[in-house]
Structure formats: C-alpha cells, structure tokens
C-alpha cells in the first residue's frame, strides 16, 4: 500500500499571520487538499501561535467531521499540558510528539527514548486512553536500541525524521547513505510491531526513493515544500503530484 498524504497546514497558516487578515483561509486550503485525495490534515499548535492557532484546531475538526469523515486530522507539538488538553479538546486521530524547545524554528531532532522512557510512556498511556493513536518523531540513524526504547513507551508509530535526507538535495551519494539508515530504522520498527510515519523536507523529488526503500511506510506529513508547489501548481494538482510520488496511481 502506497504511504498515505497528510497535508501540513502550517505553512498556510504563517503566511496568514503576516496579516491581521483572515486570509488564506487555513480550512479553505484543507478543504482543497482533501478533495484532492489527501488522507488527512497535519497541524503543530505551537505556544506561541505563530503559524496554526489554537482557533483553527476546532474548525480543522470539524471540517474533517462533517465534510471528509474518513480523513484524519494529525496534531504535533511537544507534550506540555497545555498541548495535551488541546488533544483532549479536539480529539485527533493521531498525536505526533516532538521533542520541540518552544523557541525552535521548526523540529529539527527525534526523542532521546532512553532518557524520556518514563515521559514518555506516561503521555503516550493518557493520549491512547482517549483512543488517540501516538506517534512519536524519531532520528533515522539506523540504531536499533532507539527503537526498542520507543516500543517499550506504548506508542503505536514513529515518525522518522527525514530533515538530513531532505537537504541533501545536490548532495545524491550523501542522500543515499542516509537513506538506507531511515531504512534501517524503518526494518527495525516493522520488527518491533511499530508503525512508520516520515516528515520533513519531503519533495516530489525524493519521496520516491524513500517510498521504494520503505514499503510498508504508512505516512508522509509535508508541508513546506507542498505549500512551495502550491504557489506553481494550485493546491489540488500539488496534492495529486505528492500522492503520486508515494506511489498512488493518480
């Protein structure tokens, strides 16, 4: 089965937040991406509320209730209470948890799961009460003992974090090398009864690659360089040209 597209809204979000305007319409463009065949929609409410707003969580929840039911809608962020009551409130399929400092651009490194193992089991045991499936951002580095450490949490996936593969957009040999450590990490999470997910940097251009090397991927979430092609292509037909490069026959 092909990895399913979730949408990341962030970026529309910020480009909103230019301007005390209510435009782009965040739920408009989401809208458009399910029509378009995308499996679901990916938030990260951050603190500060610089791209999505805690405003927009229950009008992304509803959109996906009352339009596209057999959608998902995918949350982000770090952990806090206060994050957490947000899940509590909107009910998501599914928690993406990030080990996120508050002032970080945007997530750059997966969990230490040795040293967060108790933290983590506790969050991913509450979310997993209220019938969320967790997720949980993890560096592709290949290493086995990280992804023992993030089965023995509870969690149901890991979102591999595919930054490094991403930029090495002019660097083939150097994407190749990292390539096959997200796909060792991905074996190793099929051996362990983990579900893989993958975010970040993610284009047109290389998700192929990742695809064929990670059969049983089960997600992409992209945002940014979706919301570049958007600019060329309109949402739809960028929609349409992700799902293809994850082996959907669009």
């Not at 965040?26 to 399910?34: D, P, Q, T, Y």
């Not at 979310?127 to 969320?132: D, T």
């Not at 990742?210 to 979430?221: C, D, K, M, T």
Request: some cysteine; hydrophobic content about 40%; glycine content about 8%.
């Amino acid at each position: 089965m092909p990895a399913k597209l979730s949408v990341n809204l962030n970026a529309i979000a910020m480009l909103r937040n230019r301007r005390d305007l209510p435009w782009p319409d965040v739920a408009h463009f989401g809208r458009l991406a399910l029509r378009a065949g995308a499996h679901g929609l990916t938030v990260h409410p951050r603190p500060d509320q610089r791209h999505i707003r805690f405003s927009d969580l229950p009008i992304l929840r509803a959109l996906i209730d009352d339009e596209f039911p057999g959608a998902e809608f995918n949350m982000e962020g770090y952990p806090t209470e206060e994050f957490l009551a947000l899940c509590e409130a909107n009910e998501p399929e599914q928690v993406t948890l990030v080990p996120d400092d508050p002032a970080q651009a945007t997530s750059d490194h997966g969990w230490d799961f040795a040293a967060h193992r108790d933290f983590l089991t506790k969050v991913v045991s509450r979310l997993k009460a209220r019938g969320m499936r967790v997720s949980l951002f993890a560096d592709g580095d290949g290493e086995k003992a990280a992804v023992e450490a993030a089965k023995a949490t509870g969690a149901d996936r890991i979102e591999l974090y595919t930054g490094p593969y991403g930029g090495c957009y002019d660097a083939p040999e150097r994407a190749t090398e990292l390539l096959e450590k997200l796909g060792k990490t991905a074996d190793f999470a099929k051996a362990y009864g983990l579900g893989v997910n993958g975010g970040h940097d993610l284009t047109v251009a290389n998700l192929p690659q990742l695809a064929r090397r990670i059969p049983h991927l089960a997600e992409v979430s992209i945002g940014h360089g979706l919301t570049a092609d958007a600019l060329e292509y309109g949402m739809a037909e960028t929609v349409r040209r992700f799902r293809h490069a994850c082996g959907e026959p669009v």
